[in-house]
């Protein structure tokens, strides 16, 4: 637990400004929809993966957490816990993100996230350097990508959602645990907590900037500032320093 206490809270300063950096920062439209549905919706890597077109309703605004994808590229539905099958409330920019991807990979088959060649994701790659790199264009210090599910818990209580709603959303069975790590946003005051409807006015903004850049081929590129390299050779660190990250990209 103190672990987990430690990561929120060494990344919870920026967090609203860098998620914004880091849906901008997306390489494609596909990535940008699943960073949203982790940092936006609370769900798992491996659930955010398997999720498929048959459990997302733009009619009702949610999305049933019913499979999720393995390690071993095995789609299974059952899930981590019994509370793991539920149903996550769908914000604006995750809906318009999956919108945006439904006629492009709808055609491709039954799940939402896949790559270009209609193959799905791989968890092991995803974790590494499609994610690492993205981190890197945005300028936001190293995390695993699982912790995207930290940041969706600390929006949330910044916006003053109630703690049993926000367990629900993420499957716990109740909401000891998040009291207990989160409790600095629990107890935000109501005039500092986080707007949610200006927040995601700003997500969808820059989704928006991000998906204009990719359209005409461009790469987001900042100048290569001295904090860059930093993020380089320290926060975004690599295969050689990572050996659990060395593996091959899958075809």
């Known amino acids: 637990m103190s672990a987990v206490l430690q990561i929120v809270r060494e990344q919870a300063a920026d967090a609203p400004a860098e998620f914004i950096r880091l849906i901008r920062a997306a390489a494609t439209e596909a990535h940008r929809g699943f960073y949203l549905v982790q940092g936006l919706g609370g769900m798992r890597v491996g659930e955010a993966i ?16 019913r499979q999720q994808m393995l390690e071993s590229g095995h789609l299974t539905e059952r899930l981590k816990t019994r509370r793991s099958r539920r149903e ?4 604006a920019p995750v809906s318009a993100a999956l919108a945006g991807l439904r006629a492009a990979t709808m055609m491709a088959g039954e799940l ?36 995207l599910r930290h940041t ?5 209580l910044a916006a003053g959602k109630p703690i049993q709603w926000i ?8 909401g000891r645990k998040i009291d207990e790590v989160y409790g600095r946003w629990v107890n935000t005051p109501a005039n ?10 700003q ?6 900037e991000g998906a204009a850049r990719i359209a005409v081929g ?4 900042k100048a290569k500032t001295q904090n860059t390299v930093a993020l380089a050779g320290l926060n975004c660190p690599g295969r050689e320093s990572n050996p659990d990250l060395r593996f091959r990209r899958p075809p």
């Open 152 to 156: 969706y818990t600390s929006f949330m």
């Open 50 to 65: 398997g999720l498929a077109w048959t459990n997302v309703s733009f009619e009702t605004g949610a999305i049933a957490v």
């Open 192 to 201: 500092a907590r986080l707007d949610l409807g200006d927040f995601f006015e």
């Open 218 to 221: 461009k790469p987001y590129r």
């Open 112 to 147: 939402v996230f896949a790559n270009r060649d209609g193959s799905p994701f791989n968890i092991r790659w995803q974790n590494d350097d499609p994610w690492r790199r993205t981190l890197l264009r945005a300028e936001v210090p190293f995390r695993k990508l699982s912790n």
């Open 167 to 174: 367990a629900s959303q993420l499957g716990h069975v109740g």
């Open 203 to 208: 997500v969808m903004a820059s989704s928006v």
């Open 88 to 91: 996550v409330e769908m914000f």
